[in-house]
């Protein structure tokens, strides 16, 4: 068992591995294709070759990692290009746009009924998690393809379960790229360049950006530009791929994404609480000084190597991640009593080394093995004042209170899975998948997988799936702070019970089926996943550091509908999500929270915070003859979880915002081709909350964004 296997012999197996995929091979014959813009150095027969072999790699690596049985929505370049601020917007909008999907304060998105549990990837290799609250470390301009997969996973997908986000990078088969900037109301201002090009059997693709807004958080107050909001924000991303030979090639990912965020503030406000800092008692909120920053630096180097029947990728990744909060120290400790700063960083690096073996026409086998370990820092430093039994404050001023610590953890994953095509119609696809974490707790788990996919007539696809979960409380976010040192003092929690975080087991059911008529695809899903130990997350306290926790009991069941249509230059799609989510008995982090709250949940079923009834997205656009096109879209929620006479017990009111989008295409003699577009988010100033600073782990209000016009120009070159 993987539990039991000494590091050093998992890492011999990783060498054996990678020998069998360096090993030589048949060698494989390659067809013409229309070929890419010639390079310097070869000649274009030879451009079309290395663009053919790239191409029937890229389909053999899509062997490896087939989502057989789980529901997939696909959203391809041409998509997101469509949708208001195109490539601009920020990669959890567009997966906004899939079913199931709503929206969160902080750019949180919640697929299913979960509060997080989603797992990045980039061309199938896992992408390891980082600390990021405000930021998007991942761009939608990197993206040839983004897959949102949820449902009854297959074994090769397992620890983050709610919905697997696979991002196709754009590659550099096309010499060229384009320039652009784009910005408009609320400050904000985003400069952006990308280019793709071919040398020899090398290509590449480089995007990078930068965006300045007014507007780096939600509105805590329902103003379009918030007071002291302004947000910095750096990415880049690089994507280099190599032709070995015919059958194999190595790749290179490297990304970065460097922010800052002022945390805005609600005017009109003033202590309540009587304290005294050293004589000062009185403080302007909408003066308040607190800022974040946050940075993520992450690389992947992967080979692979296919033969007739075997394909396999060998991958190493490695991910950077820091986070820094500093208070109005004076600001915070009259208003919250407790002023503290704070850095977490994470280092987080592992192997990936998978394959897909065609046994026989019937039998296809899958494997992998993945092994990555996690090293978290946690320091901070917190100005509170004393205070006798009564709570009032004791002294002029306040005292520090340091609190530091650091942590590793490892995790080992094996999978082994059988793709059975039955009959023509029918295939079954059946594994087994163990997990070990080996962090704050030792628990591990062996999970059976199962799905059926029936195909009774051209157009028409069935399918149902078992899977059992193990999915582990996000790490780089666990902390320990030492509870004691804060009795007696103004930032003494509710509590002192601090059980760790332990990880979610869950039984997980989805059923689902899907028809194609000429250029309509409608489709139903239902899933009910029943949770022991269900993790949820909340936000305690003025860092904005999210902190998981667990209920005992939790369920999320829900029914999905989704329907796309094209015909020749419009396209529409539409999707509508019924879901239900609860939890019962909080286990883990009981001192964040009330006592009274902790007594009710003990015994009684709540709505998790994040759970939303019903949330529909929808949108169409259409190209006309010159070039020219114009298209919207819309969210609809129906509300998340308030307080009301019981914790999450309410909702706050539902919201529908609507975006519009025209662009168009033109050619200056002598200069190139442009596009021109112009965006309006929010076209009826719909104000609405997403927040209203109440619930369990909720903190303070957010409100969705007002209205904005924005213009863009690329130039492609």
Known sequence: ???????????????????????????????????????????????SEIVVTAQRLDAARTEVEPALGATSYSM???????????????????????????????????????????QYRLNNVILPEGLSVFGQALSPRLAQNIDLITGALPAQYGLRTAGIVNITTKSGFQNGGEVGIYGGSHGMIEPSIEYGGTSGATSGFFSGSYTGTDVGIESPDGRGTPIHDHSDQYQAFGFLDHILDATSRVSLIAGTSQDTFQLPNTPGLQPGLGFSDNGVTAFNSANLNERQQEGTSYAILSYQKTTEKFTGQASVFSRYSELRYTPDVTGELLFNGIAQAARKTDLSFGTQLEG???????????????????????????????????????????????????ATAWTYSAY???????IDSVTLNYGLRFDQLDSFRHENQLSPRVNLVWTPTEGTTFHAGYSRYFTPPPFELIASPTVAKFVGTSGEQPGTVNDLPRSERDNYFDVGVQQKVGGFIVGVDAYDKEAKNLIDEGQFGAPIILTPFNYAQGFARGVELSANYSDGPFSAYGNLAFAKAQGKNIISSQFNFDPGDLAFIQNNFIYLDHDQSITASFGADYVFDTGTKVGFDALFGSGL?????VPNGDRVPNYIQVNLTASQKFTIPGAGQFTARLDVINVFDKEYEIRDGTGIGVGAPQFGPRRGVFAGLTKSF
């Not at 026409?361 to 820092?377: A, C, E, F, K, Q």
């Not at 979880?641 to 006479?645: A, I, L, Q, S």
């Open 416 to 422: 082994l899975e059988d793709e059975w095509k039955i």
């Open 641 to 645: 979880r308030k307080d009301g006479d």
């Open 1 to 47: 068992m993987i539990s039991t296997m000494p590091r050093r012999a998992l890492l011999a197996a990783s060498v054996s591995f990678l020998s069998l995929l360096a090993a030589p091979a048949l060698a494989q014959t390659s067809g013409g294709a229309e070929g890419a813009a010639p390079s310097s150095g070869a000649s274009p027969d030879q451009v």
């Open 356 to 406: 897909v073996y065609k046994l026989t026409d019937t039998h296809t086998l899958r494997g992998g093995v993945i092994v990555s370990t996690d090293h978290t820092t946690s320091d901070t430093n917190s100005q509170v004042f004393a205070v006798d039994g009564a709570g009032a404050q004791v002294g002029a001023g306040p005292e520090t209170i340091v609190d530091n610590g650091k």
């Open 76 to 118: 391809p370049e041409a998509f997101i290009n469509n949708l208001p601020s195109g490539a601009n917007t920020e990669l959890n909008q567009v997966i906004l746009q899939a079913p199931g999907a709503a929206q969160d304060s902080f750019g949180q998105l919640h697929i299913r009924g979960d509060h997080a549990n989603i």
